[in-house]
């Protein structure tokens, strides 16, 4: 996997320029992809 600076972004700067909104969309949205991958892998093994 390419890293960020491969791609031409860093990812510590951009959440950095976010305002607090934004930032919090960002993180409910990483914890929803978390938590559909983990009932994923859950249903998987059940």
Avoid: N
Wanted: glycine content about 4%; charged content about 30%.
């Amino acid at each position: 996997m390419a890293s960020s600076a491969e791609l031409g972004f860093h990812l510590q700067s951009l959440l950095e320029e976010l305002g607090q909104d934004k930032l919090s969309k960002f993180k409910s949205l990483l914890r929803d992809h978390s938590l559909k991958e983990e009932l994923q892998h859950l249903l998987q093994t059940e």
